[in-house]
C-alpha cells in the first residue's frame, strides 16, 4: 500500500479520499484529532501538497504511487485535470544560463523548451550568460504558473522522514531542543552507511518517529543517494542542457469549482464543512482562519445551502470598481491571460460585468469584424456558469459581435476570475448570424487526452444550448 504525507488547504479531503487506498503517514495534530485514529510516523513514498496559488496540488515521490495517487484524484469530479510535470522534483538537469541580469537569480535553459530559476546565492554569487551548471529541481512549478521551477546545485534526496545532501557534512535535525538532539544521537544505532560526502538532516515529522521508522527512512534515503550518485557521476561534465537523473516523478492536478465541491462532500464526511468550504480557501489566503472559525462558531448551521458568494465577495471581492483579470486556462495546463478589467456591474448573485478597452489591430476571432483601438470588450461573468459573453463594441458603441467562450465553472476570486477554455465557442455576428466553433479543436483535445469525453459531452451540451438561445 503507497504511503501518502498529505499538507494544505485540502487536506482533510483527501486524507479520507486517499486513506483506504493508500497509507496516510505523518499526520498533523488536527488530522488525527478529526479521524480519531493512529496514523503512523513513517517515510512516505508520495507526497501531496496543496500548490501557492491553492489551484490545485502536486504530487510528487515514487513512480507507481505517483500514478496511483494522481490517477484517483484525477477522478474527483469533471472539471478536474491531471498533468504529468516535464521537470519533476528531485531530477538533475545540466543547465546553461541564458538570463543573468539583475533580480537575485538567472534563468537557466534545461533542454527541450525546458526553463528553470537558478538564485545567484546557490552558486558562487556571479553568474553570467553561457555558464553552465548541474542543477537538481528543489521547487517544480505547475504547468498554470509562471514561475519556473527552482533549481540549485546542491544534490539532495529524500527518504520520507530525513533528507541526504551531497557536498554537506555531519548530521543535525530540523526544529530546537532535546528531541532535536535526541536524533541527532540515535543516528549512530542505525545500521545504514550513509556515503561518504553526504549530509543527514531529520525532519520535523521524525521527532514522532521510532527507531524502526527512522531506520527504514535512512536506509530508502541512502538507496537512493547512490543511485543518484551512480547516475550523475557517470554523466560527462556539465554539457548542452539536458536531463541527467531523475529520483521519481511529480503530478499535478487543478481543481475546477465541482471538484472543490466534491472535496467539500469528502470533507464534509469527517468534519464540519460549510457550504464553499475549499472556494472559499482557495480565493484568498487570508479567507482560511476566517472560515475555519466561523465552523467552529456556528457548526453544522453553515453547512445547509449554497456558496454564500455575496458575503464572500464583500469580504474579499470582487465588487464594482475592483480591477478584474480574466484567467484563461487551457485543458494542457497553459494559463492565458487575457488582460485586465473594470468590474462596472455587481450583482449578490454571482454576476459581475467587466470592462476592457481594447488596444492594437486585426480582427475578433470567427466575429470577422476590425479589432480597433479604442473598441470595449464588455464581459459578463456569472459564479459556477458553464459559460460567459463578451459584446464587443466599437468607440461610438456600434455592435462587433458577441462571441461566447464554452468553459468549466468560472469562479470568481478577488482578482481574477478562474475556469479552463473548453474550446468551442459561441459566436453571434453583427448580422445576427449565430454559429458554433472550434470544434475541430475540442475534438483534438479529446484525443490528446487533454479532455475526457464526459467534459467534452458537456462542452457540446452547453454550446448546443447557448447556440438556440442566441438564434431566438
Known amino acids: 500500500m503507497t504511503t501518502v504525507r498529505v499538507r494544505g488547504i485540502y487536506t482533510t479531503a483527501l486524507t479520507h479520499l486517499l486513506n483506504d487506498d493508500c497509507a496516510v503517514v505523518q499526520a498533523s495534530d488536527p488530522i488525527r484529532e478529526r479521524f480519531d485514529e493512529e496514523f503512523p510516523i513513517s517515510p512516505s513514498a508520495v507526497t501531496v501538497e496543496t500548490t501557492r496559488d491553492r489551484q490545485g496540488v502536486s504530487v510528487s515521490g515514487d513512480p507507481a504511487g505517483v500514478e496511483a495517487v494522481a490517477t484517483q484524484l484525477a477522478d474527483l469530479a469533471i472539471d478536474t485535470f491531471r498533468w504529468d510535470a ?92 532535546d528531541r532535536a538532539a535526541e536524533l541527532v544521537g540515535m543516528t549512530d544505532l542505525l545500521s545504514a552507511e550513509v556515503p561518504d560526502g553526504w549530509g543527514v538532516r531529520w525532519r520535523h515529522a521524525a521527532a514522532g518517529a521510532d527507531l524502526e521508522a527512522m531506520g527504514e527512512a535512512l536506509e530508502r534515503a541512502v538507496d537512493r543517494a547512490r ?19 531523475s529520483t521519481g516523478e511529480t503530478a499535478w492536478l487543478w481543481f475546477g469549482r465541482e471538484s472543490r465541491g466534491a472535496l467539500d462532500e469528502s470533507r464534509r464526511a469527517v468534519e464540519i464543512t460549510m457550504a464553499g468550504h475549499h472556494r472559499i480557501k482557495a480565493a484568498d489566503r487570508t479567507a482560511s482562519a476566517a472560515v475555519d472559525f466561523a465552523e467552529a462558531v456556528c457548526g453544522g448551521g453553515l453547512e445547509d445551502g449554497d456558496f454564500p458568494f ?141 479532455v475526457s469525453e464526459a467534459l467534452a459531452e458537456k462542452a457540446r451540451s452547453v454550446a448546443g444550448a447557448v447556440e438556440r438561445a442566441l438564434s431566438k
Open 86 to 177: 516535464d521537470t519533476p522534483a528531485g531530477a538533475v538537469f545540466d543547465a546553461e544560463v541564458i538570463e543573468a541580469e539583475g533580480g537575485r537569480g538567472a534563468v537557466v535553459d534545461l533542454g527541450d523548451g525546458r526553463r528553470g530559476y537558478l538564485k545567484y546565492d546557490d552558486v558562487d554569487g556571479y553568474v553570467d550568460t553561457g555558464d553552465r551548471y548541474r542543477v537538481q529541481v528543489r521547487e517544480p512549478t505547475p504547468p498554470w504558473d509562471d514561475d519556473r521551477p527552482l533549481v540549485s546545485p546542491t544534490l539532495e534526496v529524500e527518504g520520507g522522514l530525513v533528507i541526504l545532501s551531497r557536498g554537506r557534512e555531519g548530521i543535525s535535525a530540523a526544529g530546537n531542543g
Open 227 to 245: 543511485a543518484l550518485e551512480a547516475a550523475v557521476d557517470a554523466a560527462d561534465v556539465p554539457g548542452d542542457p539536458r536531463e541527467v537523473a
Open 310 to 450: 455575496e458575503v464572500v465577495a464583500r469580504k474579499f471581492g470582487p465588487e464594482a470598481g475592483d480591477r478584474l483579470e480574466l484567467a484563461h486556462g487551457k485543458p494542457d495546463g497553459r494559463l492565458i491571460s487575457l488582460g485586465r478589467g473594470e468590474v462596472t456591474d455587481w450583482d449578490p448573485e454571482g454576476k459581475v460585468t467587466v470592462e476592457r478597452e481594447i488596444r492594437g489591430s486585426g480582427s475578433y476571432d470567427a466575429l470577422g469584424t476590425p479589432r480597433e483601438a479604442g473598441d470595449v470588450a464588455v464581459t459578463k461573468l456569472r459564479e459556477g456558469r458553464w459559460w460567459y459573453p463578451t459584446t464587443y463594441r466599437s468607440e461610438d458603441g456600434e455592435s462587433k459581435g458577441t462571441y461566447v467562450n464554452v468553459c468549466t465553472p468560472v469562479e470568481l476570486f478577488p482578482d481574477c476570475a478562474r475556469y479552463v477554455d473548453l474550446y468551442v465557442d459561441v459566436v453571434r455576428r453583427p448580422d445576427a448570424t449565430v454559429e458554433v466553433v472550434d470544434e475541430d479543436e475540442l475534438e483534438a483535445a479529446l484525443e490528446d487526452g487533454h
